[in-house]
């Protein structure tokens, strides 16, 4: 049983189904769950002091072949490549990046530079409406999904089953984000709930790459562009106005908004994702704290989680939950 349908719940169904496994998936809907405010975006230098994201050649390499293999299966395109252009404020910004160019972690990344910006590439976006809800319509079809309230009073433990309701699994995986802390199947991890926003407008800014300066304005139609994110460290939902207040600032084009969107990431204390089997329940798993990074992160990680559990092959310490145990 795969407990919540965000993008860790949706990969890890994707890879049972690859590898001819039986499952079921309930999700109860939440309005807030992160990935239905995601913007998408896959980028390997992230953050306000650009870091190479960690594990970047594997994590990315991994992200690929997944979705494609998914879109095959689906007929339908999820997973679009575009470069970032990273626009300059002034002399300082050009020598940073020329300081980091230096490096070949970053020179790999980079497609161009001159005095208005940086563009890199080895980047994209999923469609991740389309990706989760195509597989739900799909997984559906095939009566593995189920739209309900997991209600942990119902799940039994037996000897080498877990009984719910009327059936029996010999696995349960929980993919329940932030839900995961009032669940509360595993008390020896903390989760953080980091709230946020993203906006859809219509413009005419034109531009074909992803602007990417404090905030992120991804082209998905003509016109019309998807801009995130807020952080904020509550489970409020502030509302756009930090967003188009930011994007007025940084585009002289007019904007009108469309829709607004949010939700709440799970977050770790060392900002990986959390992977692995309760300490105390065998067979009880948990796939969760992707951050905001959950489209990068959650094929590589399913696919750890899934061969641990079949082939009994090891998890990165980075991101297993071990780490959090004496
Ligand atoms: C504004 C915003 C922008 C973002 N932009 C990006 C981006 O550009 N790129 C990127 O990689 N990441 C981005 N992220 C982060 C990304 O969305 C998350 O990392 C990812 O969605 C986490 O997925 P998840 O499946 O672990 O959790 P969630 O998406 O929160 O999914 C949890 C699921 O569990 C279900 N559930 C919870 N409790 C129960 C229960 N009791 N019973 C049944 N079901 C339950 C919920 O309904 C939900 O479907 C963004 C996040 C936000 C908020």
Redesign the pocket.
């Known amino acids: 049983m795969i407990?919540?349908?965000?993008?860790?719940?949706?990969c890890f169904a994707w890879r049972s189904y690859f590898g001819n496994k039986t499952f079921k998936i309930?999700?109860?809907?939440?309005s807030?769950?992160?990935?239905?405010?995601?913007?998408?975006?896959?980028?390997p230098i992230t953050g306000r002091k650009y870091n190479v994201t960690w594990n970047v050649d594997k994590l990315f390499y991994e992200l690929k072949c997944f979705y494609k293999k998914v879109e095959k299966k689906l007929n339908q395109k999820l997973l679009y490549e575009k470069n970032i252009f990273r626009p300059f404020k002034g002399n300082n910004e050009v020598n940073d990046w020329n300081i980091r160019l230096a490096s070949k972690k970053y020179l790999k990344f980079c497609e161009k530079i001159n005095d208005d910006g940086v563009l890199t590439n080895t980047s994209g976006?999923?469609d991740?409406n389309k990706f989760l809800l195509s597989s739900k319509k799909y997984f559906d079809n095939l009566r593995r999904y189920k739209s309900?309230?997991?209600?942990v009073t119902k799940l039994k433990i037996k000897k080498n089953y877990f009984s719910y309701k009327n059936e029996e699994f010999k696995y349960v995986i929980m993919?329940?984000?932030?839900?995961?802390k009032?669940?509360n199947l595993f008390k020896d991890i903390k989760l953080n709930g980091?709230?946020?926003?993203?906006i859809i407008v219509k413009s005419k800014i034109g531009n074909d790459s992803i602007i990417n300066k404090g905030i992120?304005i991804l082209p998905i139609k003509k016109n019309v562009y998807h801009i995130?994110?807020?952080y904020y460290h509550n489970m409020k939902d502030e509302g756009p106005d930090e967003l188009v207040s930011k994007t007025k600032n940084l585009i002289k084009e007019d904007i009108s908004l469309i829709d607004s969107?949010?939700?709440?990431?799970?977050t770790s204390k060392d900002r990986r994702p959390i992977i692995g089997e309760h300490n105390k329940i065998k067979k009880l798993f948990i796939?969760?704290?992707?951050?905001?990074?959950?489209?990068?992160?959650?094929p590589y990680c399913s696919k750890k989680l899934f061969n641990y559990i079949n082939e009994d092959k090891n998890i990165d310490k980075e991101i297993n939950i071990d780490r959090y145990r004496s």
């Open positions: 407990v919540g349908q965000g993008l860790s719940g949706t309930i999700d109860k809907e939440n807030f769950s992160a990935s239905k405010a995601s913007v998408g975006i896959y980028n976006y999923l991740v309900e309230n997991f209600d993919c329940t984000g932030i839900s995961e009032k669940i980091v709230s946020g926003n993203s992120n995130g994110s807020t969107k949010f939700g709440i990431r799970s796939m969760n704290a992707m951050g905001s990074k959950g489209v990068s992160q959650a």
